[in-house]
């Protein structure tokens, strides 16, 4: 008898534990033990090998059991099976610690202002030979960098239907318009949404417009192009420090500017519900993504769920 003659294929490794307990033990009641099983789970483990082998393992007597010549062929076979399976995750423990390349995504300015920036930034201090090259820009761009294949993935606030994109739910934000006093809102309402002096950035149009939506359902013809701005800056950080220093107001993601209400800096404008967005990660779909890449978008997926 040899290895080519018994068919190992057919085997659910699931029963080797009990196999290689009491061909170590030679005693069943022994292998229960080493095996942390009961002494019938042991027989039932072993009974179920030797009926998908068609072949006996041990030769039974009342106080030991030994090895029969398949039974000798199979624990050689699943210690080589131990062997490899141990080799597989080694190698595997290997290249994730070699996790090296350029990774790009494109994200909207206020995930800069998010935890899992500084997040990733920190797990990336463990791979050195990981590259990251972040850009930031709004959900339009960030969908055409990453259709032209500029970028290996990007965060966007809205789907794009597109055949060549894949969309994950990452989180949820909350958009909220806020003001430096309560005076900023004490006159606004439905008619004179557009004849108050906003504070515009990259981005704000995207979180008015689902503002307005939300908080003025009836309100038809009014968009972020509507709006009279009596600022206009290219970053988020200054957006939100001209309306803490009173010049209008705005709508900014709540992560934004919680510490600034927290502060008393800003005052948000109360409404009966949240307003909630779906934060996408969006890629191609072709070619598939690289290991590099499929790894740092999991450590976001990570992030997100221990956050």
Same mark, same amino acid.
């Given at each position: ?58 030769? +039974? ?83 055409? +960098? ?78 972020? +192009? ?57 890629? +191609? ?23």
């Amino acid at each position: 008898m040899n290895l080519a003659s018994l068919n190992f294929l057919r085997l659910d490794p699931r029963h080797f534990k009990a196999f290689i307990a009491a061909a170590h033990c030679g005693n069943f009641s022994q292998a229960a033990i080493e095996a942390a099983m009961t002494q019938s789970g042991i027989s039932q483990h072993i009974s179920k090998l030797e009926e998908q082998l068609g072949a006996p393992l041990f030769l +039974r007597t009342t106080k030991s059991v030994t090895l029969t010549e398949a039974g000798q062929l199979l624990q050689k076979y699943v210690e080589q099976y131990t062997d490899s399976i141990g080799q597989l995750m080694e190698n595997i423990a290997t290249n994730e610690r070699k996790i090296e390349g350029l990774v790009s995504y494109a994200m909207p300015p206020s995930c800069l202002l998010s935890p899992h920036f500084p997040m990733l930034l920190e797990r990336r201090r463990d791979y050195p030979g990981l590259e990251l090259k972040v850009e930031l820009m709004p959900n339009q761009q960030v969908i055409e +960098r990453v259709i032209d294949g500029d970028m290996h993935f990007g965060f966007v606030t809205e789907k794009v239907e597109h055949q060549f994109l894949c969309y994950e739910p990452f989180c949820e934000e909350e958009y909220i318009a806020v003001a430096a006093s309560d005076r900023g809102f004490t006159s606004l309402n439905e008619n004179n949404l557009i004849d108050q002096p906003y504070i515009h950035y990259p981005g704000m149009g995207v979180y008015f417009n689902y503002w307005v939506q939300h908080v003025f359902p009836n309100v038809q013809h009014v968009s972020d +192009r509507s709006l009279h701005h009596a600022g206009d800056i290219n970053n988020i950080s200054g957006a939100i420090l001209m309306v803490a220093g009173g010049l209008g107001i705005s709508v900014f993601p709540r992560h934004c500017v919680q510490e600034f209400i927290d502060r008393g800096q800003l005052v948000e404008y109360s409404t009966q519900t949240p307003l909630m967005n779906p934060i996408y990660i969006v890629h +191609r779909n072709q070619p598939p993504l690289s290991a590099r890449v499929q790894t740092v978008i999991q450590w976001f997926m990570d992030m997100q769920e221990s956050h």
